[in-house]
């Protein structure tokens, strides 16, 4: 991460950020995720529901399980038609396919949900649109961006199947804190999906804390500058 912002792993970075944010027990300016703060004691102090922070989050072998098990896709696209009937006036309707995605890799998603409602030129959405949604949302499962010029999934992957699984399989709907409340509720537990990559969300959770490292990190070179 640090390569693809500076060019470089920066150890002088990291050591300008000990000398003007570095203290006791942390550095300053830096919230720490509710899961760690909460089991971090001299010893460990478990919490249902942090299970996810025990696991390696460079070798996930359930994720590469996944990705190779895969499916290939029936259809270049997916979703049925949202929209009945289209205006004649629709100027999206001239557009071509290629354009359409182009312009849905613009957009955000809830953006991309609305166009489907106004517009049938984009009621089904290509297979590669999910490809950038998983590549923009999920940069922590590197095995799908391979930045060093080899070789890709197959193509023919069922991009929209696997934007959907990973969001589950890793934590994305945050199953796992919801099992937590309800054990502090003496409630029962309820698990609408049975099974998570554990490695998988403590690696995204590491991913994002390192995002704000390099922030911060960034932030002291240009007061440095100053």
């Known amino acids: 991460m640090s390569i693809q912002r500076f060019g470089v792993v920066d150890i002088d970075g990291l050591w300008l950020l000990r000398k003007t944010k570095g203290g006791y027990p942390r550095f300053a300016d830096f919230d720490e995720r509710q899961d760690v703060v909460l089991v971090r004691e001299q010893r460990h102090r478990h919490v249902p529901g942090t299970e996810y922070l025990a696991t390696n989050p460079i070798d996930v ?5 996944l990705l190779e098990s895969r499916p290939e896709h029936s259809s ?5 038609p949202l929209v009945a009937s289209t205006s004649a006036q629709d100027p999206f309707q001239a557009l071509s396919p290629e354009l359409c995605a182009m312009l849905l890799e613009l957009l955000g998603s809830q953006d991309v949900a609305n166009l489907r409602l106004s517009s049938k030129a984009f009621s089904q959405l290509p297979q590669t649109y999910f490809r950038h949604l998983i590549r923009q949302e999920m940069p922590w499962v590197w095995e799908l961006h391979d930045t060093d010029g080899g070789s890709e999934p197959k ?3 069922d991009w929209y199947d696997l934007w959907k699984d990973l969001w589950i399989l890793d934590g994305g709907f945050c199953a796992d804190e919801d099992a937590r409340a309800a054990v502090e509720a003496g409630q029962p537990i309820y698990r609408p999906y049975k099974f998570q990559i ?9 991913y994002y804390d390192i995002s704000i490292i390099l922030d911060m990190i960034a932030d002291a070179r240009a007061e440095l500058a100053e």
């Open 76 to 80: 270049d696209v997916v979703f049925k």
């Open 61 to 65: 072998p359930d994720l590469t399980r």
């Open 198 to 206: 554990k490695g998988l969300r403590n690696r995204r959770m590491i």
């Open 155 to 157: 193509r023919g992957l």
